[in-house]
C-alpha cells in the first residue's frame, strides 16, 4: 500500500484539462512545500515534470501545472496532447531516516 | 549529458544476494546525493535508499533497512546496493536517481530489473 493515494485512473480528450490528485498526510504532503510529479510512459524511467509543488524544470511545457491544499496535492494537465498518455507519480518529502521520500501508486491518463 | 547506467541485476533465490552499481557521468558525482528508488511489476514508486554526497550518511525505507547497503564511490562515479538477504517481494525494477531541489530527482537511470524466485 503506497502511502499517498492517488486516482488508478484518468481520461481526457485532447484539448481538455485533467487533475490527477495525491492524497497524503499532515507528516508529508501537509507538511512540506516538497511535492514532486513524474510522468513515466510503458516501459521508461519516469520524468520529473513538478518539484518544490508547482515548479517545473526546464523543458517542461507550461501545460502541466501543481498545487497544494493542506494534506493534498494536485497536478492539472492542460491543452491535453496524444503524448500525455502515461503513469503519472507523486511525491513528497517525508522528514524521516526510514520515510525519506514517499509516493503515490500511480495514475494512468489516457488520452481518448 | 548527464547518465546513469545501472547494472548487477537478474535472477537470484531467495535467501541470496545481488550488487547493482550505477554508473554516472555528465556531470560533479561527488556534488550530488543519490537515491535507489523501486518499481515492483505493475505497481508504483518506492524509494528504498539515500545517500549524501560525501558518502557518510545513508538512509534506508524500513521493507530494506539491515538488509541493503547504499554506498558510492565518488573516484569511480560509482553508486551501489548490496542486497542480501533477498525476497520474492524484492523483485522489482531498480533505478539510481540523482536528486535536486526539494528532495525531487531530476536524473534517472534506465532501471535493471531483479527477481528473486526459486
Known amino acids: 500500500q503506497s502511502a499517498l493515494t492517488q486516482p488508478r485512473s484518468v481520461s481526457g480528450s485532447p484539448g481538455q484539462s485533467v487533475t490527477i490528485s495525491c492524497t497524503g498526510h499532515?507528516?508529508?504532503?501537509?507538511?512540506?512545500?516538497?511535492v514532486s510529479w513524474y510522468q513515466q510512459h510503458p516501459g521508461k524511467a519516469p520524468k520529473l515534470i513538478i518539484y518544490?509543488?508547482?515548479l517545473r524544470p526546464s523543458g517542461v511545457p507550461d501545460r502541466f501545472s501543481g498545487s497544494k491544499s493542506g494534506n493534498a496535492a494536485s497536478l492539472t494537465i492542460s491543452g491535453l496532447q496524444a503524448e500525455d498518455e502515461a503513469d503519472y507519480h507523486c511525491?513528497?518529502?517525508?522528514?524521516?531516516?526510514?520515510?525519506?521520500?514517499?509516493f503515490g501508486g500511480g495514475t494512468k491518463l489516457t488520452v481518448l | 549529458e548527464v547518465q546513469l547506467v545501472e547494472s548487477g541485476g537478474g535472477l537470484e533465490q531467495p535467501g541470496g544476494s545481488l550488487r547493482l552499481s550505477c554508473a554516472a557521468s555528465?556531470?560533479?558525482?561527488?556534488?550530488?546525493?543519490m537515491k535507489w528508488v523501486r518499481q515492483a511489476p505493475g505497481k508504483g514508486l518506492e524509494w528504498i535508499s539515500y545517500?549524501?554526497?560525501?558518502?557518510?550518511?545513508?538512509y534506508y525505507a524500513d521493507s530494506v533497512k539491515g538488509r541493503f547497503t547504499i554506498s558510492r564511490d565518488n573516484a569511480k562515479n560509482s553508486l551501489y546496493l548490496q542486497m542480501n538477504s533477498l525476497r520474492a517481494e524484492d523483485t522489482a525494477v531498480y533505478y539510481c536517481?540523482?536528486?535536486?531541489?526539494?528532495?525531487?530527482?531530476?536524473?534517472w537511470g534506465q532501471g535493471t530489473l531483479v527477481t528473486v524466485s526459486s
Open positions: 545517500i549524501t554526497g560525501s558518502g557518510l550518511s545513508a
Open positions: 511525491s513528497s518529502y517525508a522528514g524521516s531516516s526510514t520515510s525519506y521520500v514517499v
Open positions: 518544490g509543488v508547482n
Open positions: 536517481a540523482r536528486s535536486t531541489g526539494h528532495y525531487a530527482t531530476d536524473y
Open positions: 499532515s507528516t508529508d504532503v501537509g507538511a512540506y512545500n516538497h
Open positions: 555528465g556531470f560533479t558525482f561527488s556534488g550530488y546525493e
